[in-house]
């Protein structure tokens, strides 16, 4: 998935392999390709569930705290088939984040995430070019269809 | 009576009041699912985060609603963090309280924000000592030798 680069995995997702706890097997579907994730959000309990969700459904899952954070290692070459933005970050917010992802060309699902739906928030996530925004919980709801979206 | 048989009826029954009394929603289960052998301490770890996290963001609104000036653009960010956070564990008590508190900071209306404080730390000590007897439970139940299905 690119350059090994130093980034945050909440405790106990560590766990060796990107993989984690694959419950794919038990599920009605399974990823048909390797599907992959970026979640990008300073709030260790939102990034740990955040990721231990999409890994569950064999998503390879990884975490970043800053949008620069998230930039960086996207212009090193990793790709993602779906990347999870929380709109308040530190230092560069969603929007901004999503923005520059796309700027280096990257083509993956983008999603914004908030604790608080607000439309001016919204408006300013598709302007960059994020595909969807939601408020937060992610849910299962939430992560399902997508993953049936990003395997067609 | 059986301790095991015992002590898995007192686990349902405190599951099932954290549910019936709104401390907790689906959220929270969806957290058990994702709990297994490969991640058997999942739902402790994410929780006790959740608590660490909190006890941050309580102390820092409380300081930032102390000053003479207050920066309601901080408030406002470590209320939407709390909801956020709140929201993904399922604690829906401490979720619905940053609702009235987003709005009184967006008011800049320090009273509403200061009733709201106080709320919230009420609603998380009460979800934090209901969770915590939750673990012990379990904790009780693996230790007399029974399981708690997780799923």
Do not use: W
Request: charged content about 20%; aromatic content about 6%.
């Amino acid at each position: 998935m690119g350059a090994a680069v130093d980034h945050v995995i909440p405790i106990g997702m560590s766990r060796g392999s990107v993989e984690g706890n694959d419950k794919s097997q038990g599920q009605r579907f399974s990823s048909k390709s390797k599907l992959t994730a970026l979640v990008v959000d300073n709030g260790g309990v939102c990034c740990a569930i955040q990721t231990a969700l999409l890994r569950s459904y064999g998503v390879g899952t990884e975490a970043v705290e800053t949008g620069g954070a998230a930039v960086e290692l996207i212009s090193s070459g990793a790709t993602f088939s779906l990347i999870i933005i929380e709109m308040l970050l530190p230092f560069m917010n969603g929007p901004e984040t999503a923005k520059q992802i796309r700027a280096i060309g990257a083509q993956s699902k983008v999603l914004g995430i908030t604790a608080f739906f607000d439309e001016r928030d919204q408006q300013e996530f598709l302007a960059a070019r994020a595909d969807d925004f939601i408020e937060k919980p992610l849910s299962l709801e939430i992560v399902i269809p997508i993953i049936r979206e990003l395997n067609n | 009576m059986d301790v095991v048989v015992q002590l898995q009826r007192q686990l349902a029954d405190h599951t099932a009041s954290l549910f019936h009394e709104g401390f907790l929603n689906d959220q929270f289960n969806q957290l058990q699912q994702l709990q297994d052998e490969s991640n058997p301490d999942f739902v402790v770890e994410v929780v006790s985060l959740f608590f660490e996290d909190s006890e941050r963001l309580l102390n820092e609104l409380a300081k930032a609603l102390e000053q003479q000036a207050v920066d309601y653009k901080k408030v406002d960010a470590h209320v939407h963090q709390l909801k956020g956070s709140s929201s993904s564990i399922g604690a829906q008590r401490v979720q619905g309280v940053c609702i009235p508190f987003r709005n009184f900071c967006e008011e800049q209306n320090i009273e509403g924000c200061l009733k709201c404080l106080q709320q919230v730390k009420h609603e998380y000590s009460l979800v934090k000592n209901k969770l915590e007897t939750l673990f012990k439970l379990e904790q009780q139940l693996i230790a007399a030798g029974g399981s708690f299905p997780t799923l």
